[in-house]
């Protein structure tokens, strides 16, 4: 078996022989290898935190079994609910109103022992803990049945604090319930009332109730995706129990958290590939400079093979020191941004092991894939190069040929996208289609510098007073060297566009979801004609849209097949003939609130809601009634029967979060599934009733807080009975949630330019010693050496313009791709999203970044005699 | 070897006009001591050289490897500093100049060649030739009409849109002395220049060499280990350990004579 030792003795020669050399490529694979670990763990962080704050804002359930009117059930469902697969927990809740007064008789200032009448929830207290975080103000939660938490509300009514006895009114004797805590209220409490938690054994018994529960909270084992989960196992409950997703997954946020995971791996696989070709341009650029000294060895004896080893040595102790040095920085780089944004991320840095291992593996493959085309020009090396003395050879139609390969990597990639499923095709686009974009952008990066180099090279040339031909001739001439080191910096730009892009229309699409109207208003006994017009009057309240509620009776179905009133295959339909009557402002409705309309388009539909032949109803209304768009409705209050053609299927995740927050979600359901919704003034037409039970409205953006609660004072006087909620506090809490993915893909977006900068910094700089003695002739014939200084700035310029071109271009591609994934994968329909301002920023940070790394070089370079670059020519 | 069209003559006079120091061609070293540090160790390359050259005309400087004779030569063509001791050329007080002047009298007063040609390979040979003219800011069409004359003279008209790599060692070192030639300087240094040509190149370079020191009136100065290249010097200096150990009328003397000459030196 050959020996390795002439390839480690080439091997120690090319390491030690220059070191300052290879301590630059070693910083240049460190510097990617942090990038690949900076980028993974900061995703993972910032996906750890949203995922923190959005279980915080919504609770930690996947699913949720309620019964389809709103109605309280018995609780014996837990029990089949928890002998369920693939269910971890469950967790009954009881939704009900107390009455509480201190035992103690502490009165108030009216003379009246203190009281409290709280919006109650009642919990199994181990279950829950695990489903909904309670942040405790003072105190700790409670532990036994009679024991109660408040919230702040709450306590200061009662005059409560932690400790403070208080007597639960009910029929019967008073139960006695001691206050362990005051708890931090969630985003907003049902309609502003005070709240408390308590056992919910306590609650049902208040109520004088059997136990029972309004709800069940099911969290899944990891893993499981909620809606196959549930589609597997409704069947279990009979009607009217309805198992469905929880509000995280209905108000769309799984989605987001299943697109920020995609984003990770993607974001990962990016930055390994940058890693590599960093590494590969600067392993290329140090080995062009040894193929004299190749030849030389090769003339006195050296073996093809024992250069080729040598070389591969060479990568692989530089890709291994480097991802070791490299590993440690980046997670350094992703604890201090965790640090600077603590107030965005209190859960703090997240680590991600793959991340980690890739950074390592990743820049040990690359240190051995960028050595190997070096490692094969050296073995190819004739001795004759070393007896000669021929100026280098510069490239003619190389560059053409890589940009055709650059070209064909891309359209295979493409062509990946025809994979007809979506799984398969997904895999293929990550292991393949990935790194065949990077590989061919990185090729096109030679061309595109090419065509670029006439113009850019002369307009370098006169802003920095470059002799002309200079720099435009060096760039023309070498179009290979300066192309890749483009393509490696092309990197940065790239996941600098590409992550901006995908993070911006990631946050639009969120605070799109829940876009619904700033204020509501609710009146349980309902708002007269007068009191609207009240409302609408209160300075501040905009565009207030009404919202009637009034019982009516099915008169008949007729659907688009000839099959009439409520029979369905013969059998009669099980769904009640009453059902509500919304009325609603159709036009300032659908301008307030995001609706997703599932069926039908309000454009076709607006028409017929307004000249009163229409309606809409829920997906649940269609469910229960075996209804479609285009069946007609016969609806009548007392013996009357109009004819009301359904024109569309509307929903919103928006409003079923604030439902949620608002305490009024079993009202919701009711409607949702035995009601109507049509025009306000046609139901007042056709069925003479005008009253409102919920007033929407809009108010000035620029009003504050204080402005929002004289608002809400003002309701109250002019309407009293009603009852204000702010829908400006859930959408401020989402918007804060994007905001910080903004803030984080921004670092991580800067973070990796800077990164690649430096890194392409080192590779430049290992280019400019390569050509010490070329600098050496200009020096010695008469160039001075702040010349030297402008013509290396001119050239990274020149490199960092058409890394912003190439990286563009990159970016772009790569950021339509994450759209089509996003859609295949999570649901999501996202648009590419430019926005210039930042961009433009990041691209004069590159300019920036790429000519202050290498400064140093330059410098240092202008101050070396010019007999000393000469001698470079002899090999010293 | 003079100008021969009207445009190239105009430029030849332009470039003329501007070189400092122009009609002196002399060489005058005085007691200059030069060290080097190699790792740890210091090396003193020149021991107090004193060397004379009135000029113009074909000199040569001999000396086996190590006697410090491409020391001399960097420090004649202003490419590196004396520790002490005065040198003036072509009229310029060189250990007197900062980097800034040393620089332009690289650019304008002199003209060096070397041993590996140091051609630019990103220049074809007219842009290698009008280089120094490109960096002293001239104007492009009479920096390319003196080049082109230039080329001309020594044969290479034909190749002025060639790449040095496409060129033999030959042609590569007549693009160089093209260079060094574009100022019309005083003083041509031209250091081994024949190091790397086979025996009918460099034959035919040493003739171009002395048809520049005769016509041009200039003085040209080779540093050179071969003693068949002395045989072509007026007179040759002979460097030993550092310092300049003889000199004597070497043109027309036969290989042998000259080694021994050489050898005899100062002794």
Avoid at chain 1, 275 to 282: H, K, L, Q, R
Avoid at chain 1, 333 to 345: R, S, T, Y
Avoid at chain 1, 755 to 762: D, K, P, Q, R
Avoid at chain 2, 134 to 159: F, I, K, Q, S, T
Wanted: proline share 5%; charged share 20%.
């Amino acid at each position: 078996m050959a020996s390795l030792h002439p390839s480690w003795s080439f091997a120690q020669q090319a390491l030690a022989g220059r070191r300052g050399r290879t301590a630059l490529l070693v910083t240049a694979v460190a510097l990617s290898a942090a990038l690949v670990t900076a980028v993974s763990c900061a995703i993972a962080t910032a996906q750890a935190n949203v995922e923190v704050r959005l279980r915080k804002l919504v609770g930690d359930a996947d699913a949720r079994l309620v019964q389809r009117y709103g109605e309280d059930f018995g609780d014996d469902a837990l029990e089949t609910v928890r002998a369920l697969p693939g269910v971890q927990h469950a967790a009954g809740r009881l939704d009900g109103s107390l009455t509480l007064v201190r035992s103690d008789g502490t009165k108030d200032e009216f003379g009246r022992a203190k009281r409290a009448t709280v919006q109650a929830r009642g919990d199994d207290l181990v279950d829950d803990l695990r489903l909904r975080e309670v942040t405790m103000v003072a105190g700790r939660r409670p532990e036994r049945d009679d024991e109660i938490i408040v919230d702040p509300l709450a306590a200061e009514m009662l005059g409560a604090e932690p400790g403070t006895q208080v007597d639960l009114q009910r029929f019967g004797e008073p139960v006695r319930l001691t206050i362990t805590g005051i708890y931090e209220r969630p985003v907003l409490g049902a309609l502003q009332r005070p709240l408390a938690q308590v056992a919910r054994r306590t609650l049902a018994m208040a109520q004088g109730q059997d136990p029972e529960v309004s709800r069940i909270a099911i969290k899944l084992k990891p893993g499981l995706k909620a809606q196959s989960w549930i589609d597997e196992h409704k069947a279990a409950f009979e009607d009217p129990l309805v198992l469905e997703p929880a509000e995280l997954a209905t108000a769309g946020f799984t989605r987001q958290l299943d697109a920020a995971n995609l984003g990770l791996l993607i974001a990962t696989m990016i930055a390994f590939m940058s890693c590599a070709f960093i590494v590969a341009t600067g392993m290329t650029v140090a080995v062009s400079e040894q193929v004299r000294e190749m030849a030389i060895a090769r003339c006195v004896g050296a073996e093809r093979r024992d250069l080729f080893l040598g070389q591969l040595i060479v990568g692989a102790v530089i890709g291994g020191l480097g991802g070791v040095l490299g590993a440690p920085l980046g997670i350094g780089v992703a604890w201090g941004l965790a640090e600077h944004f603590k107030e965005l991320v209190p859960a703090g840095l997240s680590v991600a092991p793959l991340g980690v291992m890739l950074s390592l593996g990743g820049a040990l493959m690359s240190g051995l894939l960028g050595a190997l085309w070096p490692a094969t020009a050296a073995s190819r090396v004739s001795p004759l190069i070393a007896l000669t003395v021929r100026a280098r050879a510069v490239s003619g139609s190389l560059p053409l040929a890589l940009g055709g390969l650059g070209a064909a990597c891309i359209g295979v990639q493409l062509l990946l996208l025809l994979i007809p499923e979506v799984e398969p095709r997904f895999w293929a686009w990550a292991l393949v289609g990935l790194p065949l974009i990077h590989v061919g952008w990185f090729l096109l990066s030679v061309p595109i510098l090419a065509a670029m180099a006439p113009w850019s090279g002369a307009l370098i040339e006169r802003a920095l007073r470059v002799p002309q031909g200079l720099l435009s001739g060096s760039l023309r001439a070498s179009p290979i060297r300066f192309g890749l080191t483009a393509g490696a910096l092309m990197m940065g730009v790239s996941l600098m566009v590409g992550t901006r892009s995908d993070s911006e229309a990631l946050v639009r699409n969120l605070t799109e979801r829940v876009q619904f109207a700033d204020a509501f208003v609710f009146k349980t006994a309902g708002f007269s004609p007068e009191e609207q017009e009240r409302v609408r009057a209160i300075p501040g309240v905009i565009n207030a849209v009404s919202v009637g509620y009034m019982p009516i009776r099915v008169r008949g179905f007729e659907r688009k097949d000839g099959t009439s009133d409520e029979t369905v295959l013969g059998l009669k339909a099980i769904s009640p003939p009453n059902v509500v009557c919304i009325g609603f402002q159709p036009e300032a409705f659908f301008r307030q609130n995001r609706i997703d309309w599932i069926r039908g388009t309000p454009e076709a539909a607006l028409p017929s809601l307004q000249d009163g032949t229409g309606v809409l109803v829920a997906e649940e209304f269609l469910t229960a009634r075996g209804l479609d768009v285009g069946d007609r409705l016969f609806l009548g209050a007392r013996e009357e029967r109009r004819g009301f053609t359904i024109v569309g299927v509307v929903g919103s995740a928006g409003l079923d979060l604030a439902t949620q927050f608002f305490g009024i979600r079993s009202m919701y359901m009711e409607h949702a599934v035995s009601c109507v919704f049509m025009d306000f003034d046609v139901v007042a037409r056709e069925f003479g009733n005008r009253e409102a039970v919920i007033m929407q409205f809009s108010m000035p953006q620029n009003l504050d807080d204080a402005g929002e609660q004289a608002i809400a004072a003002q309701l109250e006087d002019q309407v009293p009975g009603s009852s204000f909620a702010s829908g400006r506090t859930i959408r401020r809490a989402v918007l804060e949630i994007g905001n910080m993915m903004l803030a984080l893909s921004a670092g991580i977006a800067l973070g990796a330019m800077m990164l690649a900068c430096f890194a392409v910094g080192n590779v430049v700089v290992a280019g400019i010693a390569a050509r010490r003695q070329e600098f050496g002739v200009l020096r010695a014939v008469g160039a001075t050496p702040s010349l030297l200084l402008r013509v290396i700035l001119g050239e990274v310029l020149a490199i960092a313009l058409a890394a912003i071109v190439s990286g563009f271009g990159l970016g772009i591609h790569l950021a339509w791709m994450a759209t089509r994934l996003y859609h295949d994968l999570a649901g999501l329909d996202l648009k590419v999203t430019l926005s210039p301002l930042p961009l433009a920023i990041g691209c004069l940070v590159l300019l920036a970044l790429t000519m202050l790394a290498a400064t140093p070089a330059g410098v240092h370079l202008m101050r070396r005699p010019a007999r000393e670059l000469l001698a470079a020519a002899r090999g010293a | 070897m003079t100008p021969s069209t009207p445009s190239a003559k105009a430029a030849t006079a332009s470039m003329q006009s501007l070189a400092p120091g122009t009609g002196s061609a002399g060489i005058a070293l005085s007691r200059v001591v030069k060290s080097y540090r190699q790792g740890r160790r210091a090396v003193q390359a020149l021991r107090g050289v004193d060397l004379q050259i009135d000029g113009p005309g074909f000199y040569g400087i001999m000396g086996a490897s190590g006697s410090g004779k491409s020391t001399l030569l960097h420090l004649l063509g202003g490419l590196d500093r004396p520790d002490s001791g005065s040198i003036t050329v072509a009229g310029h007080r060189l250990e007197a100049m900062d980097e800034a002047a040393l620089t332009l009298f690289r650019r304008r007063a002199i003209g060096i060649v070397f041993q590996q040609f140091n051609l630019l390979p990103t220049l074809d040979a007219l842009g290698n030739v009008i280089l120094p003219g490109v960096l002293d800011g001239r104007p492009r069409a009479d920096l390319e009409a003196r080049g082109l004359a230039l080329l001309e003279e020594l044969g290479l008209g034909a190749r002025a849109d060639h790449r040095p790599e496409a060129m033999s060692g030959g042609e590569q070192q007549r693009v160089a002395i093209a260079r060094a030639l574009l100022f019309e300087p005083g003083v041509l240094l031209a250091d081994e220049p024949t190091g790397n040509l086979d025996s009918a190149s460099a034959d035919r370079l040493w003739t171009i060499l002395r048809e520049v020191a005769s016509r041009r009136q200039m003085t040209v100065v080779v540093v050179t280990h071969e003693p068949i290249a002395a045989g072509n010097c007026v007179e040759t200096f002979v460097l030993r350990d550092g310092a300049v150990a003889g000199r004597f009328e070497s043109y027309g003397l036969t290989p042998s004579e000259l080694v021994l000459r050489a050898a005899s030196a100062g002794r």
